[in-house]
């Protein structure tokens, strides 16, 4: 028996919440297996962030391309990248393996910030994610990130509306000159990780070869469950159970 498999780069978050674990739970949710690459250390808890510690961007690339040439990709899931020195590296990786599978999906969750404002990246945060727009096939930005991101760049994006208010959550993907929606009942509280849950549940549901528009409402609904479904660990904000059916 053989998993197709999700090559993931992200940030390792101490509280378990996000970054690269949340990666490996939600990817696995979904029947898919994560290789995990670590792009930061950081020094955080559940609510805060309070360092950042980029790991070198030549160790980066090649523990990627090591993983690469024993396993088949089955797409790439991108979180925070931790300065531009290692998103130049990912993309360079990228690239090299869409020379083989040009239809290779890509999954980018270009987390400018934390959930309280704090900075995720060592230097500028757009420039740490800038490189990866364009080689994206699927961008997942919150709505403060779409307003900062040069969106002719993407190929596809899903705006989530996480942070409108209301009673409804409303996520738009656009695509090559076409909209959809998808409505979901507002939960109450707040989330650490649902980005990262999202955007690798995606990730997950492409690298099992499932079409864009399926992917994503399979991989929106398990969210939804993840979130309902939510833990604490401490004062503040839940923890999705990643655990959770993806069906």
Known sequence: MTRPTVLVFAGLDPSGGAGIAADIGAV???GAHA???????????HN??????PVD????ARQALALAGACAIGA????????RANALAIAAVVKRL????????VVLDPVLASGNGDAL???DALAAVEPLLALATLVTPNLPEASALAWEKCVGLLVTGGHTDGDTVVNRWHSEGRMREWSWPRLAGSFHGSGCTLAAAVAGRLALGEPMEQALGRAQAYCQRALAQSFSIGPGQRIPRRDASPH
Do not use: C, F, M, S
């Open 35 to 45: 290789l995990p690459v670590v792009t930061a250390l950081t020094v955080q808890d």
């Open 48 to 53: 805060r962030v309070y360092e950042v510690a």
């Open 57 to 60: 961007a030549g160790l980066l």
């Open 98 to 105: 869409r020379a083989a599978d040009p239809a290779l999906p």
């Open 121 to 123: 990246a060592a230097g």
């Open 28 to 30: 696995a949710a979904q």
């Open 76 to 83: 790439v899931k991108i979180g925070i990248t931790g300065n």
